[in-house]
């Protein structure tokens, strides 16, 4: 994992691999409020909001994953801490992670169909609305309803989220529908699976990947920026 140090008045303090592990506990196997009282309490020790969804959570979601690919937590357990994590961003809402803008940023975030790995672009999509992105969130869809609310899509840039090597067939089915229905969509392709190997990617037309869910916001931003097709730094 990332280790980072937040501050605490003068005090420098380390959030390190052991705090991660604590929490993910908390999240997983803890009470209803023990989760969100472990992340209040990180506030409360001096870590700023967007150091948790961006550093924190990020982290989180990817553990949780490697502790159920493992056999180590049920599908339950998962489900329910990201229930928690959910709560604990809709509760924790503020200007700080909110501005008030015009939101002339689209985007439309997409989960593929059978793939549980959802919670890291739940918070990617929380993290780019706080800066100014009007993000379409698509999760649980199955492939017929999802390509009609592609096609209806406002937004001119698609972010399909990966996190596991049985989604590639029907990644690779949607991509091929969506250059059919909407050629003028960019698509990205952004997830666990693109950090393991981008190579798998690189026979499909698309127009980026994205390594790491909290890199998201940068790499749109860019997008956003040019009219030109990039690949992400460090790919």
Not at 159 to 164: D, P, Y
Not at 204 to 209: E, M, T
Request: with cysteine; net charge positive.
């Amino acid at each position: 994992m990332q280790e980072f140090e937040y501050k605490k008045g003068s005090e420098s303090i380390q959030f390190g691999k052991r705090d991660l592990d604590e929490l993910c506990d908390q999240l997983l196997r803890g009470t209803p409020s023990s989760g969100e009282n472990a992340l209040q309490q990180l506030i409360c020790e001096g870590m700023s909001k967007r150091d948790i969804y961006m550093r924190v959570l990020p982290q989180a979601a990817r553990q949780f994953g490697t502790l159920w690919d493992n056999n180590e937590v049920s599908y339950l357990s998962v489900q329910l801490a990201m229930l928690r994590i959910e709560d604990f961003l809709a509760s924790t809402q503020s200007p700080e992670l909110l501005r008030i803008t015009q939101r002339t940023k689209k985007a439309t975030l997409v989960s593929i169909p059978g793939d549980a790995h959802t919670i890291g672009l739940k918070i990617a999509a929380n993290i780019l609305r706080s800066n100014g992105w009007d993000i379409d969130l698509k999760t649980n869809s199955n492939y017929s309803k999802l390509m009609v609310q592609i096609d209806r899509a406002p937004a001119s840039i698609l972010v399909l989220a990966i996190g596991s090597i049985s989604s590639m067939n029907m990644m690779q089915r949607i991509v091929k529908t969506v250059r059919l229905i909407r050629p003028d969509i960019r698509i990205f392709i952004s997830g666990p699976l693109v950090a393991f190997d981008h190579k798998l990617f690189g026979h499909l037309k698309i127009d980026g990947l994205i390594s790491k869910f909290e890199d998201a916001k940068g790499s749109l931003d860019r997008l956003a920026r040019t009219d030109g097709r990039f690949k992400p730094s460090g790919l």
